[in-house]
């Protein structure tokens, strides 16, 4: 892979530095970063929209007294 093809920085478009890849410098890579982290801000985490909420059933508690297993002698 000796091709290296670098269309430019995500950010402003000069030049890829390999060291800052794939941005030209690493003032551009915090720049995506807090784009990121601003996008991800501006989705209200608070939304529990959790269809898998309901945790509550009321499960059998194995062998009750009328188990199947009896210590009948
Ligand atoms: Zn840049």
């Given at each position: 892979m000796s091709k290296a093809v670098s269309p430019g920085c995500a950010i402003c478009g000069r030049p890829v530095v390999a060291e800052h890849r794939p941005f030209c410098s690493a003032r551009c890579r915090r720049v995506d970063l807090g784009r990121w982290l601003g996008e991800s801000y501006r989705?209200?985490?608070?939304?529990?929209?959790?269809?898998?909420?309901?945790?509550e059933l009321p499960r059998?508690?194995?062998?009750?007294?009328?188990?199947?297993e009896r210590d009948e002698r």
């Open positions: 989705i209200p985490a608070a939304e529990t929209d959790d269809p898998d909420e309901d945790d059998p508690d194995g062998p009750g007294p009328d188990g199947p």
